[in-house]
């Protein structure tokens, strides 16, 4: 075995213009009042690397143009569809009218795994809040269910960017096993 040289993986990966174009998969992500920029930047790539349908930024999320979030997005800010809403309800109701099932990324009651999801569950808008009080009740109300992550340790949460990449990309394999 060996790892790939930079060619080759350039070989295998998509351009900006082929990305603008490719079919996504059917998961949004919501990011409400997250703070760092660095953690923006962090889930664009995720989101680029995870092809979903857009990433949605809400109420003092920073968003680009901002070199902060460009320096983690490594020009993802390119790749993935995104758009701003002042109020993240408002968010909620336009991706919920498209057909979306919004899902909080909470520890809350009656939440489910996040390696539950299935058919039925998609297309989905994941939702995640601020680095340190999570998603704000108000919005937390609006949400169809809640996905948790298990937490094995003495912390009972994780930094928002490695949240939102486990969650994601479980969902994305959970819709490419319901295709």
Same mark, same amino acid.
């Given at each position: ?7 080759? %993986? ?21 990011? =409400?009042?997250?703070?760092?920029? *660095?953690?923006?930047?962090? &889930? ?6 995870a092809r979903v349908s857009e990433l949605i930024l809400c109420g003092f999320t920073p968003h ?5 979030i460009e320096k983690t997005a490594l020009a993802a800010?390119? =790749?993935?569809?995104?758009? *701003? ?6 968010? &909620?109701?336009? &991706? ?5 099932? &919004?899902?909080?990324?909470? %520890? ?5 795994? *996040? =390696? ?16 340190? =009080?999570? %998603? ?12 948790? %992550? ?30």
């Open positions: 075995m060996r790892k790939l040289l930079h060619g080759e %993986i350039l070989e295998q990966r998509l351009t900006t213009e082929q990305a603008k174009s490719v079919t996504r998969h059917p998961v949004s992500v919501l990011l =409400t009042n997250v703070r760092s920029l *660095y953690n923006v930047g962090s &889930i664009f790539r995720t989101c680029d690397s680009p143009p901002r070199k902060e800010v390119d =790749t993935v569809p995104w758009r *701003y809403f002042k109020h993240a309800h408002e968010a &909620i109701e336009t &991706i919920r009218a498209e057909g979306n099932t &919004i899902f909080a990324v909470e %520890i809350a009651e009656n939440s489910r795994t *996040y =390696t539950s999801l299935n058919a039925a569950d998609f297309p989905c808008c994941l939702v995640l809040g601020n680095e340190l =009080t999570g %998603i704000d009740d108000d919005v937390m109300s609006r949400c169809d269910s809640a996905l948790e %992550i298990p937490m094995f340790g003495v912390k009972h949460s994780l930094n928002v960017a490695v949240a939102a990449g486990i969650v994601i990309f479980e969902s994305v394999n959970a819709f490419r096993r319901s295709v």
